[in-house]
């Protein structure tokens, strides 16, 4: 499935590279350690975190991940925003916590290969 | 951010006391320390290892030996995977006159398999001081990552980032005044060299003077700005 399909039932808010939301998104993962992101995720997946700060850019980008999507309405840095925007890497908000939007998409027949 | 020109610019600030605290790594310490005692700086070996909860703990040693001696240890223990220049830059080994001797080509970006109390005890298994780097970060800090600071772990000292106020930190980490505080600049670039810096009321510019004076022996202070 799409980004955009993800964004639409989700109601995520799409925060940076909107134009990139037609990604193809292959599996999700959840996850606050970058290393644990590193060492699991496979390209194309989307990963849901809490961390804000730019680092997160640089392994998403690093795994070919296609999307991060923030939980409790944490905010991203405004330095995220920019790494994010260049790299061409949507970074997407909900409100809801980690538990519930990986119940959703999980419900969207979204799987960790 | 060469050794040449880090011992430069601390010079240029008037600091005595600099460390070098490189992520997971030590290989550039020795030059560093070598050109800081000719400008009168003292330029303690340090390391900044993550650990497994990703929480940053810096340790400073005496001597080089001792900080190469982690250095094995945390090489033994990094999470396995390889520099990508493109995500995270070189990561180089330089010489006094600013010449590439070579690459480490570890991801020293990346965690260990070391708990955070195992990299305090390591650390302080080779006479260092265990300092919880930039406490008021939220990534790779350990209040961050772990909530609160573990009751039984013997952190020498807590650092304060430059991004906050000493008073601010005082009133968001007053649970956490049992520690000696420190401030220092964090620099990963050479304007940031000096940004903030601790005051330190002691004989000698010596690392044991450093831990007396974080213990308050005998009329040392830490004088934060």
């Not at chain 2, 430059?162 to 964090?186: L, M, Q, V």
């Amino acid at each position: 499935m799409k980004l955009q399909e993800i964004v639409d039932s989700l109601s995520l808010v799409v925060k940076t590279a909107s134009a990139h939301l037609t990604k193809e998104v292959t599996g999700g993962y959840v996850s606050d350690l970058l290393s644990d992101v590193m060492a699991n995720t496979k390209d194309g997946y989307v990963w849901i975190t809490l961390q804000t700060h730019q680092n997160i850019v640089a392994v998403a980008t690093l795994k070919e991940l296609s999307g991060i999507i923030l939980v409790n309405n944490r905010t991203p840095e405004p330095d995220t925003l920019k790494k994010a925007e260049e790299e061409g890497l949507p970074i997407m908000v909900s409100s809801l916590p980690a538990f519930e939007i990986a119940g959703l998409l999980y419900n969207l027949g979204l799987r960790c290969r | 951010m060469t050794p040449y020109r880090i011992v430069e610019k601390a010079a240029s600030l008037g600091l005595n006391i600099i460390a070098i605290c490189d992520h997971n790594s030590v290989e550039n310490v020795e030059v560093t320390k070598r050109l800081a005692k000719e400008k009168g700086i003292n330029a303690i070996p340090g390391i900044e290892v993550t650990s497994f909860e990703e929480v940053h703990i810096v340790g400073l040693f005496r001597d080089i030996s001792s900080a190469l001696r982690i250095q094995d240890i945390v090489y033994d223990n990094l999470q396995p995977g390889e520099n990508d220049v493109d995500a995270f830059g070189y990561q180089v080994v330089v010489n006094e006159n600013d010449e590439v001797l070579g690459f480490n080509n570890r991801l020293l970006i990346g965690a260990t398999n070391l708990s955070v109390s195992k990299v305090v005890e390591t650390i302080h298994s080779f006479g260092g001081l265990a300092i919880a780097s930039h406490i008021d970060r939220e990534g790779f800090g350990i209040i961050g990552q772990l909530g609160f600071i573990p009751p039984e772990l013997n952190l020498d000292a807590l650092e304060i980032s430059r991004n906050i106020t000493i008073d601010e930190a005082k009133k968001r980490f007053g649970e956490y005044s049992r520690f000696p505080w420190i401030t220092s600049s964090d620099a990963h670039e050479l304007s940031n060299i000096g940004k903030v810096s601790t005051g330190l009321f002691m004989e000698h510019s010596t690392f044991d003077e450093l831990c007396l004076t974080l213990k308050g022996a005998e009329g040392r202070k830490v004088i934060l700005y």
